[in-house]
Structures are given as structure tokens and as C-alpha cells.
């Protein structure tokens, strides 16, 4: 209907009747005669919609026909039906009744959701401009509605796309995990940080359950126990949880679960985030590492530490070990203003003296004397020290100090005082001159003493001139350098020559302290007769330089002797090597000639002659050895030791045999050496061992090599071992000597030279030998060779 209102007269009446019903809009055309509102006509369209007849309508009031349902008070149809025409009739104006639902049923009787809107329009007189008449029009909007329905669907449903892009960047950038679990604790939501740290692909991962995403049991029993939890309580849980990340090792996880609720306030799911709180946990761990390494450092510390919480009483927090042995206190006892009772009742003020002011401005303080009680009952003067602390925001912690020992600096310092007065005296007894010099006006005040060490009338005072003047010519350039010296360090020193006016020398030392008094530079000091000193230095010093010549003089002569010893051993031993052979050759001789005429007794004096003779053989032969020994070779060669020794053991090869000894040589070590110097030292080393064996006992030789460290450098220990007769373990040293020997000849020949050589040898070497031993359980002998 595109008309907005109909002027008329009541003769037109029956026209416009014929007309309206014809119109397709669903209409009923009122009176104006209120409250009746007789329906006039109506359009075919509207008796199509509501299914009455035309008979049940015309001529009737219009809530004769549409009553309101007054059983239903929320039912306002009628309310505002009534409503809308009397404001058509009050202001002249078309009213438009809101949109309502009101769905009819189909040809099939089933219901159809329907909407409609109602109008409700006036028809003027045109000559008084009353209202004669009221058009009621019904409008299906059904398919409005339904498309602004659709509209605001579609809106919604891109506002809630773009919130899932909102929420899911931010999940998915987050390094915290998100997920959800539905009810029945499977994963309904994992973020990438989740997926990432199983290793998993959404697909893989969504729908499953704990285990099938690789969480071990207990971890996937707690959560589920969680889930219970907070699906019964609809409470959050919060925990801390460590296990294994795909990528990243060992991490500890902090979490918390939280209730999703549905809009019947019932949980529909549960939500949770886990926070890798691995480094945060590393770094707690790291102050709790260096409290203790603090401790530790505090606990051997010679010096009391302490920490003092932020107090006006300086109540103490931490006392190391140190203090707590000290005092005797246990931790516990020691805590808080426990020092109180420990430090001398006379110091507790001088120690908050020092700590309020210090405290109140948040500064370091220092208290240089405090008795400490000790343990025992005895007081010891102490020294502290505090320092203010701050928390990493720089708020004032309290302090942390130490306090050590000063007893016996204040011990020396109140004798110092005692002293002073004494020290006057000493002066006078040390015989010092004394002097006192302004050095701008060059004057000078001296004690009676100093003139008499210058040679000067001492009842006098000397002018400053004639002081100075008494310092040697020669020496004055030591004066003006000390002097020059002074005015930098303030110390005056110099020993200088002073001439006396009858031209005697003598020695003085001067000592001075340059000062400024009251901005007048001074020196002031002691000068001293030093003399005799000196000339007794100077005797000492010929006295030393003459005998160290001495020493160097005799020093090499005994060098000199030793040598020639060493030639005059070497040639006599030559040369009795020849008569020694003739006297056993002819003794030899002598006996077999007389040989029947021999009785019992000459035959005997003739073996000891051979036995003698035989010794002396052997201990020229021996002597012979230890003076080629002493000459050493010029040049050094790798020598294999395991071909010396298997030479060595070649030649004692009867002797083994006979004794039935069992020999075991292990891998020997190739070092740089004398080659015929170091078969001798094992031919000496493995015959002893041969030869000082028990008698029922088969000998038993092992001789093995390892590697050793000597005063940090390498060397091999080369060692030959016996289980033989042994000897006094206090005389491993004295059978390195020459002529030693433990065991009579009687039942063991020998010359007492053949350790003497092996330690010879080995001096060549630079090495060491020693030997070890048990008596009757064998011996032991260590041969250290630089490995180099
Ligand atoms: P000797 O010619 O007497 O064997 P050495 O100088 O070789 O002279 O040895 C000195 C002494 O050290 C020997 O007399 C002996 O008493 C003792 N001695 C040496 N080697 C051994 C050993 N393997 N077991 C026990 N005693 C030993």
C-alpha cells in the first residue's frame, strides 16, 4: 500500500467498501466510533490469513472479533492492539505496531515460523479533519526477519572467525603450552609450544588421550586425578611437574588447570597452561648455590663473618663458623642481639656508636677496638667491619662484616704509649743526637749530644752553618740526594763521613722525618755515631771475603786430590794386577812341586795364601771397575735394557743354574745412557741377588720397570727383587759405600765395592738408587733413570 491516507464522505461509503476488499493487502477497514470499532470491510487477503468469513467480521466491533487473551497477562496483543488506535485517533498519524511472532500452521498442520508487523492508519474528514475511519493492515515479514536474521548470523559467525585468529595467534606464539581436555581427560586443544614438544602434528596428537601422547603413568594418573578435581570443586589446580621436552632435555614445568564452564554454570571442559620454568628454576637454584658457597667461604675464613638484618639492635641473621668455635655459642644461641652478652659490657656502646649512624644513613662502618669474649672466659680485642647490603632493587638489606683479631696490635700499641717516656731515655742511653731544623729560615735546634758527635763544644748551640759544614766534602752529595729523596717520601736517611774541626773522620747516620708544622717545613731526627759499626762491618766484610776464597781455594784442591786419588787408585790397581797374578801362579807353582812333601798343616797355610790371594785378585779387579766407572764416556747412546739384562743374565748363567733360581724380567724401559756402565750396575744388582739367597731357598728375581714422578719429572723406576737373606733396613743407606758389607766373608765373599759402583753408575745417569729390605724375607733395590 503506497497511500498514506483516504479523504472521503459518508456517500462514498459503499464505493470504497467494493474497492478495499479487492486490495491484496491482508486489511480491515474500522469506524472510528471507539470503543467498538465496528469493522466496516475487509480484503479477501486478510480473511485468507485469519480463515474466518466475511460474516463473522463486517458490522462487528473489532474485539468482539480479536479479544484479547486476558487469561495470559504476559500476552500484550490486545494491550497494545488497543493502544495503537487510540493513538491513530488522539494524534492523527499512522502507528506502527512492533514486529511479532506469531507462526501459523501449513496445509499440512504443521507449524510455520512466521513474523508480522501491523499498521494501523486514519482516514481524515476533510472538512473538520477528524478521524472518520481506521485502516488495520497485517504485513508478513517472515522473510525479513529471517534475513536480518541471517545478517546478523553471518556477522556473528565472522566476528567469531576473527576472534579464533585472534586467539589462536596468540596461543600459538605463546612458548607456554595450551590445551583442553574434554571430560574424559582427552586432548580437545593442544598449541603449536604442546605440539612442538611432543613432536607431534594436531592430527597425531587431538582426541587422544595422556598415554597416547607419550606421558608416562604417574604424570598421565596425576593429571587425571587433576581433571577430577577440578571438575568435582570447579576450583583451579596448580602444580609444578619436571619431565623430558622433544628438544630441549630435562625441563621443569609450572601449570595450572582451570574449569571451562558451560552456560549452565556445569564444567564442560578443562583448560590448562604449563610454563617452562626451567631457567627460573636454575636461577633459584643458583642463589641457593652461591648462599652456600657464601657459607662455605665465611665458614674457613680466619675472620668472623656475619650478616645483620635491617635493625636498629643490629640483630645478626648468620654467624660463621669461626665466630660460633670463638665464642663457643651454638648457631641458635648465637642468632639475633645475641653478641650483646659476648662483647665487653664497656664495648656494647662504642659498637652502637659507631653501628646507629651508620645504620640511620645506610653506610659502611668501622669499629677498630671491641672485646670479643672468648670461649674460655678471656676477652681479645677485635676490629669490625660492616658494609651495607642491598637487594638486587637496591633497597638497604642490612649488613654484611667481618671482625678479626687485633690483640696483639693493640697489646704492642699500649706498650707503644707505656714507651714513649722510656723512649726519651732510650735516646739519651743509645747515645743519639738529636735536631730539629727550619728549613725555610735555616735554623736549627740541637740536643747537646749532636755537637759532641760533630766535635763541637757541647755546652753550646751551634749555628745551622756549622752543622752542615761538619758533613765530610766528599760525602755532600749524599746529603743533597737524601735531601731531594726526603721531600718526596717525607723520610730523611743517609750515613755519610763528617770531618772534625781537629780533621778526624767518623762515620754518622742520620735519620730525620721531613714535616710541616704549622706549614714551616721541618726536619726533625737523630743522628748517630755509627764508627765503630761501620769499622766493624768492614772487618766482617774481609773477614767473609777472605774466607769464601779460602773455601773456593780448598774447594778446588780437594778436587784436585780426588782426581788424583781417582788416577793413583786406577794406576795402582794396574799395576798390582800383575803381582798379584804372579804370586798365586807361583804360589801355584811352589805346591804342586812339594806336594807329596806336604803334611796336613803347610797344606792348609798354602790354600789360605790361594784364598788370599784370590781376594786381593778380586778387589783390585773391583777397584779397577769403580775407577773406570768414575771416568764417564763422552757420548750417551739409547741403550735397550732388556738386551743389558739378558747379557748379564747369559753370563751368571752357572750361577743360576746351580741355585735353581727363577727369574722373571718384565718389559724393560730403552733410555739414554752408558752402555757398558749400566750392564755392570745390573751384573752387580743381580749377582748380590744370587748370591745373598737363602741357602734351602731357591732364589726368586723379579725385575720389573714402571714409570714414576720425582720433583715433577719423569723417570723410570727400574726395580730388582730377591727373596733372600735381607739385611737391617737401617743400613739401605751405608751399603752404597765403599767397603761396606753386612755379611762376613766367611760365608759370603765379596769386596764391599760392587754397590758402590752400581750407585756410581747411576750418579753418571743422573738417577737415584735406594734400596729396601726385610731381614729374611729378600731385598728390594730401586734404580730411578730419567726418562729423558
Ligand atoms: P759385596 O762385594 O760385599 O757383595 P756390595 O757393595 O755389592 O759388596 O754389597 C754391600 C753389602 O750389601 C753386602 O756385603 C751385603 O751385606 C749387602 N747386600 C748387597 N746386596 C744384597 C742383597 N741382595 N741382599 C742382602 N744383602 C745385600
Same mark, same amino acid.
Request: aromatic letters at 14%.
Given at each position: 500500500m503506497s497511500y498514506e491516507? $483516504?479523504?472521503?464522505?459518508?456517500?462514498?461509503?459503499?464505493?470504497?467498501?467494493? %474497492?478495499?476488499?479487492?486490495?491484496?493487502?491482508? !486489511?480491515?477497514?474500522?469506524?472510528?466510533?471507539?470503543?467498538?470499532?465496528?469493522?466496516?470491510?475487509?480484503?479477501?487477503s486478510h480473511l485468507e490469513l485469519t480463515g474466518l468469513q466475511k460474516e463473522d467480521m463486517i458490522g462487528r466491533g473489532v474485539f468482539d472479533v480479536f479479544p484479547p487473551n486476558t487469561s495470559d497477562p504476559s500476552d500484550t496483543g490486545g494491550k497494545d492492539f488497543l493502544a495503537s488506535l487510540q493513538y491513530v485517533l488522539s494524534y492523527k498519524k499512522p502507528h506502527y505496531l512492533p514486529a511479532q511472532r506469531y507462526d501459523i500452521t501449513d496445509s499440512d498442520g504443521r507449524f510455520v515460523e512466521k513474523y508480522w508487523r501491523a499498521e494501523s492508519k486514519p482516514v481524515l474528514s476533510p472538512d473538520s479533519g477528524e478521524v472518520l475511519y481506521i485502516i488495520h493492515t497485517t504485513e508478513d515479514i517472515t522473510d525479513q526477519v529471517k534475513a536480518a536474521e541471517m545478517k546478523e548470523q553471518i556477522k556473528g559467525m565472522e566476528e567469531a572467525a576473527a576472534l579464533k585468529r585472534l586467539y589462536e595467534t596468540i596461543t600459538n606464539n605463546t612458548p607456554d603450552l595450551i590445551y583442553v581436555f574434554d571430560l574424559n581427560y582427552r586432548f580437545t586443544y593442544a598449541n603449536n609450544a604442546l605440539l612442538t614438544m611432543w613432536g607431534k602434528t594436531w592430527e597425531d596428537a587431538i582426541d587422544k588421550g595422556l598415554r597416547e601422547n607419550g606421558y608416562e603413568e604417574w604424570h598421565a594418573a596425576m593429571h587425571e586425578r587433576e581433571i577430577d578435581h577440578v571438575v568435582a570443586t570447579k576450583e583451579p589446580v596448580r602444580g609444578e611437574v619436571s619431565f623430558p621436552h622433544a628438544v630441549l632435555g630435562k625441563r621443569v614445568y609450572d601449570y595450572i588447570l582451570v574449569p571451562v564452564l558451560n552456560s549452565k554454570g556445569e564444567v564442560e571442559a578443562v583448560a590448562g597452561t604449563t610454563r617452562d620454568i626451567t631457567e627460573h628454576k636454575l636461577a633459584e637454584l643458583s642463589i641457593l648455590e652461591s648462599n652456600e658457597r657464601f657459607r662455605n667461604l665465611a665458614d674457613d675464613s680466619p675472620m668472623f663473618v656475619f650478616i645483620i638484618d635491617v635493625g636498629e639492635l643490629a640483630p645478626v641473621s648468620f654467624w660463621n663458623k669461626t665466630w660460633l668455635r670463638y665464642t663457643g655459642q651454638s648457631n641458635e644461641e648465637a642468632m639475633g642481639r645475641a653478641w650483646d652478652g659476648i662483647i665487653h659490657p664497656d664495648d656494647v656502646p662504642?659498637?652502637? !656508636?659507631?653501628?646507629?649512624?651508620?645504620?640511620?644513613?645506610?653506610?659502611?662502618?668501622? $669499629?677498630?677496638?671491641?672485646?670479643?669474649?672468648?670461649?674460655?672466659?678471656?676477652?681479645?680485642?677485635?676490629? %669490625?667491619?660492616?658494609?651495607?647490603?642491598?637487594?638486587?632493587?637496591?633497597? %638497604?638489606?642490612?649488613?654484611?662484616?667481618?671482625?678479626?683479631?687485633?690483640?696483639?696490635?693493640?697489646? *704492642?700499641?699500649?706498650?707503644?704509649k707505656q714507651s714513649e717516656a722510656k723512649a726519651r731515655a732510650a735516646v739519651d742511653i743509645a747515645r743519639l743526637g738529636t735536631f730539629e731544623i727550619n728549613v725555610l729560615k735555616q735554623s736549627i735546634?740541637?740536643?747537646?749530644?749532636?755537637?759532641? $758527635?760533630?766535635?763541637?763544644?757541647? !755546652?753550646?748551640?751551634?749555628?745551622?752553618?756549622? #752543622? $752542615?759544614? *761538619? #758533613? /765530610?766534602? &766528599? &760525602?755532600m752529595a749524599i746529603r743533597l740526594k737524601a735531601l731531594e729523596r726526603a721531600k718526596e717520601t717525607g723520610v730523611l736517611f743517609y750515613e755519610a763521613r763528617i770531618l772534625q774541626p781537629d780533621q778526624i773522620v767518623r762515620w754518622v747516620r742520620l735519620n730525620g722525618r721531613y714535616l710541616y708544622q704549622e706549614s714551616q717545613p721541618m726536619i726533625v731526627g737523630t743522628l748517630m755515631d755509627i764508627t765503630q759499626e761501620k769499622k766493624t762491618a768492614e772487618e766482617l766484610e774481609h773477614k767473609v771475603m777472605a774466607r769464601t776464597m779460602e773455601l773456593q781455594a780448598a774447594n778446588e784442591e780437594l778436587k784436585r786430590s780426588n782426581q788424583n786419588?781417582?788416577?793413583?787408585? /786406577?794406576?795402582? !790397581?794396574? &799395576?798390582?794386577?800383575?803381582?798379584?797374578?804372579?804370586? /798365586?801362579? %807361583?804360589?801355584?807353582?811352589?805346591?804342586?812341586?812339594?806336594s807329596s812333601l806336604l803334611n796336613a798343616e803347610q797344606e792348609k797355610a798354602f790354600s789360605r795364601i790361594e784364598n788370599a790371594t784370590e781376594r786381593m785378585g778380586n778387589l783390585i779387579d773391583d777397584l779397577l771397575l769403580y775407577s773406570h766407572v768414575s771416568h764417564r764416556p763422552i757420548e750417551m747412546e739409547m741403550v735397550d735394557l732388556n738386551t743389558k739384562v739378558q747379557r748379564v743374565l747369559e753370563d751368571l748363567e752357572l750361577d743360576i743354574r746351580e741355585k735353581k733360581a727363577l727369574i722373571n724380567v718384565e718389559r724393560l724401559p730403552v733410555v739414554k745412557g752408558y752402555r757398558r756402565q749400566l750392564q755392570q750396575l745390573f751384573q752387580n744388582l743381580i749377582s748380590n741377588a744370587l748370591k745373598y739367597s737363602k741357602s734351602d731357598v731357591p732364589p726368586r728375581i723379579e725385575i720389573s720397570a714402571t714409570k714414576v714422578m720425582k720433583n715433577e719429572k719423569p723417570y723410570y723406576q727400574i726395580t730388582v727383587k730377591d727373596n733372600g737373606i735381607g739385611f737391617?733396613?737401617?743400613?739401605a743407606d751405608k751399603i752404597f759405600q765403599m767397603f761396606t758389607r753386612l755379611h762376613g766373608k766367611g760365608e759370603y765373599s765379596g769386596t764391599g765395592v760392587g754397590l758402590s759402583i752400581a750407585k756410581k753408575v747411576v750418579d753418571n745417569h743422573n738417577g737415584l738408587i735406594r734400596a729396601e729390605s726385610t731381614v729374611g724375607e729378600g731385598s728390594a733395590f730401586l734404580v730411578y733413570l730419567p726418562e729423558e
Open positions: 491516507s $483516504i479523504t472521503t464522505s459518508a456517500n462514498t461509503e459503499a464505493l470504497y467498501t467494493a %474497492f478495499f476488499e479487492a486490495l491484496s493487502s491482508k !486489511s480491515y477497514l474500522m469506524r472510528a466510533d471507539a470503543p467498538r470499532y465496528t469493522i466496516l470491510a475487509v480484503t479477501n662504642v659498637v652502637m !656508636s659507631h653501628y646507629t649512624p651508620a645504620f640511620q644513613n645506610r653506610q659502611p662502618y668501622f $669499629i677498630p677496638w671491641v672485646r670479643v669474649k672468648r670461649y674460655d672466659g678471656e676477652y681479645r680485642w677485635h676490629a %669490625f667491619k660492616g658494609n651495607p647490603r642491598h637487594l638486587p632493587n637496591g633497597q %638497604f638489606n642490612g649488613f654484611v662484616g667481618v671482625g678479626f683479631d687485633v690483640h696483639e696490635q693493640k697489646l *704492642a700499641e699500649e706498650a707503644l735546634l740541637h740536643s747537646p749530644r749532636l755537637a759532641e $758527635i760533630l766535635g763541637l763544644d757541647p !755546652s753550646k748551640q751551634w749555628p745551622y752553618q756549622t #752543622v $752542615i759544614n *761538619a #758533613v /765530610h766534602p &766528599d &760525602d786419588l781417582e788416577e793413583f787408585a /786406577h794406576a795402582a !790397581s794396574h &799395576d798390582l794386577k800383575e803381582p798379584v797374578r804372579k804370586i /798365586h801362579f %807361583f804360589t801355584n807353582q811352589l805346591k804342586n812341586q812339594l737391617q733396613p737401617e743400613y
